[in-house]
């Protein structure tokens, strides 16, 4: 019997500190697991909020530490605040002479306002107030520039306005040439006299060259796509102060391959080249030019893709957004990240690693944008609009969604602390 009690109690004094061991081991083990996640998803773009739940409770420990390692705000995820106040504030209504008529929707019969009664709230912090005052006296003696498609536009007026809001005689405000603000190809340059500034718009859909397609072409190539060659218009885009490119909308079959508008490079017709290997080709054309052309004290951006809303069909067959009062909630009825946003993104890494300066910035506006289906024109199509047209869910009303890309535009220059010389 004491031989027996000896024995058990030799066997759990070596098993005890096997257990222990056991455990210290199970702990270290995860705890390193955790340490090699953390530094992985640091190294992975950001994820949106609702692909971040598949990972359960270790999404919110990843989440908090890019919070933290980034040091700043990311104003591109948060979510829509019913906020009636906020319009009123913001204080430019349609009357702002520098809109075109098509998207001052309420004015095109446009009845309800709801769309009017939403604010962008990012996770975990604010964004700044836009303060026209404050960026007229940044921008004091300066260029600001937007060059892209018909969004870029939309962009542009509604910055405009904005910016005009720190003006008090609108009259001192006017187009340098005496164009009037409405649709037409070229260019528009609006002329803030009080502060010596241009706020310019340059109308490129696709920054490169759109022209005749090189002798011996085939007969179903009409036009091609320079993708190797900056349109004309980028010589007046240097020595700007403020850039902000955009690209997307015009970059699929519908309105390249579908048109018998094929891709040329190096002078040689492909028509094999899909049309993403194309605009890849051309953001590296983009790239290279800014590289090479641009002042390094300029604040480059370029804006990620906004999207469009065709319920239930297509632009052109039956789309439509008019049933939409609310921004959406169900994260379901959400786009997937287009494929542009992603090559636009691996873009700006590149640049920001061999132009060594911060004031390249990737304008991440494509996630609060998604659940506007709310903020379009629809069927409120400016007057003279043959009939019937196809809704317009591409554009959008304004004031309206892009007043907040440009909050967030000043917000990242502020934080940048833009200022010309």
């Known amino acids: 019997m004491d031989h027996h009690q000896s024995t058990a109690q030799k066997h759990h004094r070596f098993s005890l500190p096997i257990v222990i061991k056991r455990q210290l081991l199970y702990a270290i083990s995860f705890l390193i697991f955790l340490i090699l996640s953390v530094l992985v998803f640091d190294l992975l773009p950001p994820f949106e909020p609702h692909q971040l739940s598949r990972f359960g409770f270790l999404s919110q420990i990843l989440l908090n530490n890019k919070k933290s390692s980034q040091g700043s705000c990311n104003y591109s995820y948060g979510r829509w605040v019913r906020d009636e106040s906020y319009y009123k504030i913001q204080s430019y209504d349609e009357t702002c002479p520098f809109l075109d008529p098509g998207f001052r929707c309420r004015q095109c019969g446009r009845k309800d306002v709801e769309y009017l009664n939403w604010r962008w709230q990012p996770k975990g912090c604010e964004i700044p107030r836009f303060?026209?005052?404050?960026?007229?006296?940044?921008?004091?003696?300066?260029?600001?520039?937007?060059?892209?498609?018909?969004?870029?536009?939309?962009?542009?007026?509604?910055?405009?306005?904005?910016?005009?809001?720190?003006?008090?005689?609108?009259?001192?405000?006017?187009?340098?040439?005496?164009k009037p603000i409405t649709k037409h190809k070229g260019f528009l340059s609006m002329r803030f006299s009080e502060y010596n500034l241009t706020v310019e718009y340059y109308r490129v859909p696709f920054l490169v060259v759109v022209g005749r397609p090189t002798l011996n072409s085939s007969t179903e190539v009409k036009m091609t796509i320079k993708v190797d060659q900056m349109h004309w218009f980028s010589r007046k885009w240097v020595g700007a102060d403020i850039l902000v490119f955009s690209g997307g909308h015009w970059w699929n079959e519908d309105k390249t391959v579908e048109m018998g508008c094929y891709f040329e490079d190096g002078g040689k017709v492909n028509t094999s080249m899909s049309v993403m290997e194309a605009f890849q080709r051309s953001l590296q054309t983009w790239k290279s030019w800014a590289l090479q052309n641009l002042d390094r004290e300029s604040y480059i951006f370029f804006r990620s893709f906004s999207p469009v809303h065709y319920r239930n069909g297509t632009w052109n067959i039956e789309g439509r957004c008019d049933v939409d009062m609310q921004p959406e909630t169900n994260y379901m009825n959400l786009e997937p990240e287009p494929v542009n946003n992603q090559l636009i993104s691996d873009m700006i890494k590149q640049m920001e690693l061999e132009y060594r300066n911060s004031k390249v910035q990737y304008l991440n506006i494509t996630y609060l944008t998604q659940f506007r289906f709310d903020g379009h024109p629809s069927v409120h199509r400016e007057p003279g609009t043959p009939v019937p047209a196809p809704q317009d869910c591409s554009h959008w009303c304004l004031p309206g969604v892009p007043d907040v890309w440009n909050e967030i535009l000043y917000a990242h220059l502020r934080s940048m602390g833009f200022k010309t010389k």
């Open 131 to 178: 303060n026209a005052s404050d960026l007229l006296e940044r921008s004091r003696n300066g260029r600001i520039v937007f060059a892209g498609d018909s969004i870029a536009r939309n962009q542009w007026e509604s910055f405009l306005c904005m910016l005009g809001q720190g003006v008090h005689n609108k009259s001192t405000i006017y187009e340098e040439h005496g």
